[in-house]
């Protein structure tokens, strides 16, 4: 869990292992909600949501997004989050609040 935020970007060391993808969101779903871990959790999620696993990333995942943890300015998930397949997959949730804090964070 704290280890994923440190692999470089090309998550594509996980081309047909979406299990794994699942695995992390379960254990996402099991960790104190401190201020660290939301930092890393939004970090990774942000690389994921970039590349083509965007579909089993859950939405109780992007609800950590509305923990706001400030990104540091030097940040994987900050460089790679911001395309146009984020933002629509973000929208497409519905969730308004969800959709500010993500435009907060990035």
């Given at each position: ?9 090309g ?24 201020y ?5 959790v ?32 030097v940040?994987?998930g ?25 435009l907060?964070?990035?």
């Amino acid at each position: 869990m704290l280890v994923l935020p440190c692999i470089p970007p090309g998550w594509n060391w996980l081309t047909g292992r979406e299990d794994l993808i699942q695995w992390w969101a379960l254990a996402v779903s099991t960790v104190p909600h401190t201020y660290e871990c939301a930092q890393d959790v939004v970090n990774v999620l942000l690389q994921i949501a970039s590349e083509k696993l965007l579909p089993y990333v859950t939405a109780g995942v992007w609800r950590w997004l509305t923990k706001r943890p400030a990104l540091p300015p030097v940040c994987w998930g900050r460089d790679v989050g911001t395309t146009i397949r984020i933002v629509d997959a973000v929208q497409d949730l519905e969730d308004v609040e969800i959709l500010k804090s993500y435009l907060l964070i990035v």
